[in-house]
């Protein structure tokens, strides 16, 4: 007999946890973290606390309470027992957006968490370039964890360290798309489908008296449709009992494209002499694809972060254009000096005889930023404010205040992201207004947005298609808009949540 369970995503748009179990075997499809539940109890100065573990997680529902599945660091700095064997045999994630993969931080190192290559990249770019507290996706390092002192090696600058920081590899296992693939005795397979970012997937999981078919997120209306197109087939061809479908835009009968982004886009930067600027999300590499070919499209140059950089890097490709085809934007950092404009040197100040120009610039930078650092095609901001309509410059709410050092004359900002939709992101935009203001830049959204999910009427068609015999609409505040398929012999279930709030 196999069991449902629904640790997030219910009523709310993401946070999707979702425990199948079965006989022998259980999985979780996704475990993503609940936006609207962290943001009503934390803010960015008001964190959970890690010397609590789970516990400040498990305090308002956030993470689910159960055994087996938490990682030993943690559970024993609490004095909570750590079972010997993990409960679950794996974890399924359909795409590397945090309310569907930013609490893997919690779990045991040995749980197996299956994940598409494309994912793995975006993860491990987090890993690798984020500073947050909680993101270890890929790496588990062991906290309160301690090194015997006479062990510590002493560092370059003859003190002891803190102490050997203690690594340990999660279980990462990469999935081939449409291969059978066994989780316990439960067999899977990934079906790849078009989401706002690179990787995303649907699954087929069949426990033997059920066949689910999980949808992820996805769209009919990306670069990639033909994925999902193929995916609605596959399913199809399943049969399967149960579907757990997205419903984030279930009431929506509309979608904008890439393809019309690049369009209106090409025009009003086309018709601008200054600097266009313009701020996307940072994983979604179409919508970074849709831009790049507006810049082709407008005989400038895309300017990317450091952090795109470094993405685009390990992708090396695939798809995606090299790093190499466009200009990496390099801003300044605590000295703040580039190479030949050592302030220092200019106003004849006594430094000592080891000092080299190079030397500040490198110290500035973190270790994966600094590959980039010497590159031909990288460029400060003395490149944008001297040749602005030779660029477009990609520019995200963290580095809004390179427009000081820029100084934008007449150019114009395009804003190609989800409207706000809550008041921490209404207070964002009011920011990034006041900024756009006080450059007077002409600040552009109409037409600038697409979103990562299907519309009602193609999620309902979708359905109908594959045909189940019931469907839970997950991910969704609207799940009574799937009532329309009972007309069709679909049974919809609304799924509860097990986990109190
Ligand atoms: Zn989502």
Redesign the pocket.
């Known amino acids: 007999m196999t069991n449902i369970n629904f640790y997030g995503g219910v009523d709310e748009?993401?946070g999707?946890k979702v425990l199948v179990n079965d006989n022998n075997s259980s999985l979780f499809l996704d475990f993503?973290m609940s936006f609207s539940t962290a943001n009503k109890y934390f803010s960015e100065f008001l964190q959970p606390r890690k010397a609590n573990g789970i516990l400040d997680f498990t305090e308002f529902g956030l993470l689910p309470d159960l055994k087996g599945i938490y990682r030993e660091d943690y559970l024993r700095h609490c004095n909570l027992t750590c079972e010997s064997e993990p409960s679950v045999d794996g974890v399924l994630i359909s795409h590397a957006?945090m309310?569907?993969s930013a609490y893997i931080h919690h779990l045991r190192e040995d749980i197996p968490i299956f994940i598409t290559p494309e994912s793995y990249l975006i993860l491990k770019t987090l890993e690798d370039t984020g500073s947050t507290s909680f993101g270890e996706m890929i790496n588990l390092k062991k906290s309160f964890h301690l090194t015997p002192k006479k062990n510590v090696k002493k560092g370059p600058d003859n003190r002891r360290s803190k102490g050997v920081e203690c690594m340990v590899e999660r279980d990462i296992r990469i999935i081939e798309p449409y291969k059978d693939f066994s989780v316990g005795d439960v067999k899977v397979k990934s079906i790849p489908v078009d989401h706002s970012l690179p990787g995303a997937t649907a699954f087929l999981v069949d426990t033997g008296d059920e066949a689910i078919v999980y949808t992820g997120?996805l769209r009919f209306h990306g670069r990639r449709r033909d994925f999902t197109e193929k995916f609605v087939k596959e399913a199809k061809k399943f049969k399967p009992t149960t579907v757990i479908s997205?419903g984030?835009r279930i009431d929506k009968d509309s979608n904008v494209n890439e393809e019309s982004i690049e369009k209106t886009a090409s025009n009003l930067v086309s018709n601008n002499r200054g600097l266009a600027i313009v701020s996307f999300p940072v994983r979604d590499l179409d919508r970074f694809l849709t831009f790049y070919n507006v810049a082709k499209n407008t005989d400038r140059i895309i300017a990317v972060s450091l952090k795109l950089a470094y993405m685009l890097n390990l992708f090396n490709g695939n798809g995606y254009p090299r790093v190499d085809e466009m200009a990496v934007y390099v801003p300044r950092k605590d000295w703040g000096m580039m190479g030949d404009e050592c302030l220092a040197c200019l106003e004849g100040n006594w430094l000592p005889s080891s000092h080299l120009h190079s030397y500040h610039t490198e110290q500035d930078y973190k270790n994966w930023e600094r590959k980039f650092l010497n590159w031909d095609n990288t460029i400060t901001y003395r490149d944008l404010h001297e040749n602005p309509g030779d660029y477009l410059f990609g520019c995200d709410f963290f580095e809004l205040k390179e427009l000081i050092d820029i100084k934008p004359e007449n150019g114009i900002y395009l804003y190609s992201k989800t409207e706000p939709f809550n008041e921490e992101m209404e207070f964002d935009f009011q920011k990034v207004k006041n900024w756009i203001d006080h450059f007077n830049l002409p600040l552009i959204t109409e037409g600038m947005h697409g979103s990562g999910h299907a519309n009602g009427v193609e999620l309902l068609n979708m359905i109908r298609e594959i045909s189940p015999e019931k469907v839970y609409p997950i991910?969704t505040e609207k799940p009574e808009e799937f009532n329309n398929l009972t007309d069709d012999g679909i049974n919809v279930v609304y799924p509860e949540l097990s986990i109190k709030k």
């Open positions: 748009i993401g999707n993503g957006h309310d569907h997120d997205e984030t991910h």
